[in-house]
């Protein structure tokens, strides 16, 4: 029996110290490198997607049997005999297909990459890209500025919630928000529609701009263009708001349950430190999927809304493009889809890796 | 209350809810903490330290509440403080370090602004000395200043928990609480981090109180301690008083389930010394004064050998740039009928990746394994059942291991139904038989509960008796009892080597315990990286170490008597 009751082994420890196990593996310049190896994997990825898309846009419509032409042709062919010079106009129009698979793969290619989609059947003779890139300005103003901010405002309200559960902050966000998306869009749109548009005569009911205005970049167009997206935009933020504060909300409570959440309360760091830098910090990246996923969406329009507003974005382009069988106008939106989702996707994982450091490795 | 006294708590009763249906974690707790004291607080899961601690720190969260009493730090009473008043006294006050260390971390940000934001939360660093004074308190826990560039999940769990005992010292704390700091590590990182905190604490001469289940560790560095049992302190005294004439029963209890597993004679409550009981040739049912867990009942004739000949099994490298890992390397035993066999390490020995070769679980790079004439790794799909129903696993958590959202009947019966022509009422007749083996009793009863209704060694009952369902011929055993509280080990261990014994069950025992392993096991293999480092018969290994492995890893065990 030794007097050292106290502390037998402390002196021991000394020449041990950090022994253990994981040494400290790389260096500081280590780090750069594997961020660059991290996003050229990434950008890889992306070529490699991207290619697969398009070429199978390419080969989709070749597998169905026959062509444009032939359709159109057989349509005619219903109410009577079709003349040689009917049939080489309407092949002339639709164009039939020259070369074997290869060659046509390479002028497709080309296309692509020129922005070449031809000209459209419906709104003959504009082509396709003209009305592409006349459209896509109005929704990406419209639905990718409004997907922006319901994402901001609900992820704010969402770490609000979650910090304050139990209280009115909590409860009144979340009832009101799951509440309002729980109405199809195109309802919530009409009942806009209908009062603020029609009976108290607030906003204009159809249009991205008033009869009398010509599309430039003055003030008073913008202004005009302003008020001519609310209501719409007004129908998605009401709709997609409840979403993203649900998620958050969620996230967040089960990161504050976390332990570096307690041990930062612990070390007396401030509420608003542990509830933003810690808690929303991690609670955020799960939705920053759902994020990159809504965002990829917003060039494909928000087609019931555009539809009941009469808004002329890329979603009223699409629905025109399928009910009048619009081919080039179809390919070009979907491919411009595709194209959207993935350029999303890859910049959701760069942002990502620049977060989460554990992506990186 | 003394001028050295630095906490005082007064009659503090913690509750969880309030009204008729609160439980009360915390009653009547009293004592004072002097100024530069280490003091032990022990007790088993439930009995109410972890509350104490975390009222003791201000972090009682409802549903805890503090029913009654006070908490006096320096004259002033936490419970009645407001929030901000509470944050501002954790500079200079009391720090906390929290048992799960490994997750205390922030994954999204480096060590360095971990630092930082407790600076820039007290203000009580100039801000050109932040990364300075980071730097310095790093160093006081052994660890070198490039840390301070890592995330947390850079690091090893060890490290992990070092940097969060220097981010509370950060706050220059008059009391640090440590809620089991070491529970969740490996058991040689866990030797050298309460080393640490030792070393610690006699040169910075804060206060400290070390809350653990594991009175070893607590009689090893503390000079007090206390024990709690249901929500009280049944015993305070000096260390080495609790150790030689502990007061109450409940102390005896604690203490008598400790042994050094070097002696030349090691016996647990239930537990007669293996050797002498040999030289008797009785069963341990015999000779123990506690009743066998199981009846005796003939052997089956079919009884097998595993024999496992060259094991190699290889990973590949955990990042780019590293290489392999062998995780099991050139490893060959001989399980007989009926024998037991340890198998110890510490953790990445590669212990339980030879327990998942054997099962088949996973496939070997090369080597074979062998049931009777069966070649394991050349089973087909099909054939896996007709060596699970002779081989069976025993897993290390019994909270994970049962579906929380099932019966204990429901549990049992499925393996019933699956390796046995038994349905109906006789396969419940099975499942109540199983469950009186494993000591559950009354049967009827335990079968209608559901995991969360059981204590952790009831639970860990159950998926021993999951395992016995096919009646099978080997159990592998990977650290069955390492979740358990201490007073429930015993029983688990005198279940498993009656089992052996009266049933003729072979058993491997994968463990870092080395005591339990004298307790159950004849013969016993040490692993280090994946190669036997040093076999031999268990008691003769433990007294006589050979290897330097060995030796650390006995060394690594608190041990109360080395003490006294």
Redo the contacts between chains.
Sequence with gaps: ??ST??????????S???????P??TQ?SGRAARNA?YILRKLGLFVLTLWAAVTVNFILPRLMPGTPADAALAKLAQNGPVSDATKAAIEAQLGVPTGNIFEQYVTYLHQVITLDFGVSYTFYPQTVSELVSTALPYTLVLVGVVTIIAFILGTLLGVLAAWKRGTWLDTLPTLSGSFASAFPYFWTALLLLFFAGYVWRLFPTSGAYGPTATPNLSFGFLGDALYHAFLPALTILITSLGGWILGMRNTMISTIG???V??????????R?VAL??AA??AI?PNLTSFGLALGGVVGGSILVERVFGYPGVGYLLFNAVTNQDYPLMQALFLMITLSVLVANFLVDILYGV????TR? | MTDTTVLEVVDLDVDYGTGGGATHAVRNVSFQLAQGE?VGLVGESGSGKSTLGFAI?G?SKPPAVIAKGRILFDGKDIASMS?EEL?????GGV??V?Q?GM???????TIRNHFR??F???GHVEKSEWDARAAEMVGKV???P??L???P???????RQ?I?IA??LS?EPQLMVFDEPTTAL?V??QH?V???I??L??RENFTALLISHDLGIVL??A?RVMVMHEGQIVEDA???DVLRKPKDEYTKMLLSHYADPRGKVVELPGFEDRAERSKKGASRAATAAHPPTVSPRERRRDQKSIVVENLVKVYPPP??GESEVRAVDDVSFTLEPGASLALVGAS?SGKSTIAKLITAVEKSTSGSVHFGNLDVAKLRRGQFRSLHRDVQMVFQDPYAALNPLHTVEYTLTRPVVNFTKLRGQDARRRVLELLDTVGLSPVEEFAAKLPHQLSGGQRQRVVIARALASDPQVIIADEPVSMLDVSLRAGVLALLEDLREQWGVSMLYITHDLLSARLVTDNIMVLNHGKVVERGETAEVLQHPKDEYTVRLLDAIPNPR???
Excluded at chain 2, 87 to 91: I, K, L
Excluded at chain 2, 103 to 109: E, I, K, T
């Design positions: 029996m030794t009751t106290a502390a037998p082994r402390g002196v021991e420890g000394k041990r110290s950090v022994a253990e196990d994981v400290l593996r500081g190896l976390d332990d570096y307690t041990f930062a309360e612990a070390n007396g760091l401030k509420p430190v830098r810690y910090r991690n990246l977060l989460d450091p554990r490795r | 280490f720190a972090l929030a944050r501002e006294q954790r500079h720090a906390m929290l799960s997750n205390a971390l922030n994954p999204v940000r934001d407790i820039e939360a007290h052994e660890l070198p490039q840390v560039a890592r995330y999940g850079e690091l090893s769990g060890g490290m070092r969060s981010l509370a706050l490996d040689l990182v050298a309460m080393d640490t030792i070393e604490q006699r090893e560095s000079q000096p260390a080495h990042r780019r990445g080395k003490v006294a």
